[in-house]
């Protein structure tokens, strides 16, 4: 069974600053990873997806996410937020070998201060 | 990415009563739709796979008498509550199949039981 956790359920940021929405997950087969990303009143989008090749992803807004398999861990970053990426951000595992199931961590909510 | 629209976005009914909640996939022929659940502060937990056609793929500790999944077509699926208590209070969201390890959420309908 695979499960995802994120530490922090809040994390309020200055515009412009760089912000870490951290993801570790725990799994006992090989997994895919993702980090979705809802905005207010909307459904969850695809922000980006690691599903084999480098380990560094990025998405075409300027967040990245690097895959750490020794630290099972996929840590969402961006060296510059802006107030258009305060939302809600999950990240998710899906199982290799199985259907397209998804397992999702509990969210972060990014505020970006102006 | 595909469109996924959910009616209606809160509904609240009296305990006893049944609702049903449509998702509609208004761009993309969805063979797979699947059905998550979200209590506050904790994550999407999947109820069941839709599959077009056939019967519902429900998860471990989700009554399928009570949560009737249906997908007749390949735009709609339904999730109807039946006998609708104030602990299925929650967030229902659905999702699209869109293939390569990617889903298309909807947007969400908050359901309250009184």
């Known amino acids: 069974a695979q499960s995802v956790t994120q530490l922090d359920s809040q994390v309020p940021v200055f515009e412009e600053a760089p912000v870490e929405l951290r993801c570790n997950y725990s799994?006992?087969?090989?997994?895919?990873l993702f980090w979705y990303v809802q905005y207010p009143n909307q459904g969850l989008q695809l922000l980006l997806k690691?599903?084999?090749?480098?380990?560094l992803v990025e998405s075409i807004n300027g967040f990245e996410a690097e895959f750490n398999k020794s630290q099972t861990s996929f840590h969402l970053r961006k060296p510059s937020v802006h107030i258009s990426d305060t939302a809600e951000y999950f990240c998710?595992?899906?199982?290799?070998?199985?259907?397209?199931?998804?397992?999702f961590g509990t969210g972060t909510r990014l505020t970006v201060i102006p | 990415g595909a469109v996924v629209s959910q009616h209606p976005s809160r509904v609240i009914c009296k305990s006893g009563t049944s609702v049903k909640i449509e998702c509609r996939s208004l761009?993309?022929?969805?063979?797979?739709m699947f059905w998550y659940r979200q209590f506050p502060k904790q994550s999407l937990m999947l109820m069941a796979t839709?599959?077009?056609?056939?019967?519902?793929?429900?998860e471990q500790g989700v009554e399928k008498d009570k949560f009737l999944i249906n997908h007749a077509s390949l735009t709609l699926s339904t999730l109807t509550v039946t006998s609708a208590h104030p602990e299925d209070s929650s967030f229902y969201i659905c999702?699209?199949?869109?293939?390569?390890?990617?889903?298309?959420f909807g947007p969400g309908t908050r359901l309250t039981v009184t």
């Open positions: 999702s699209v199949d869109g293939g390569s390890y990617e889903q298309y």
């Open positions: 799994s006992s087969v090989s997994v895919y």
């Open positions: 690691y599903l084999s090749g480098s380990t």
């Open positions: 998710a595992v899906s199982d290799r070998d199985g259907a397209n199931n998804l397992f």
């Open positions: 761009d993309f022929q969805a063979t797979t």
């Open positions: 839709s599959n077009e056609g056939s019967k519902a793929t429900y």
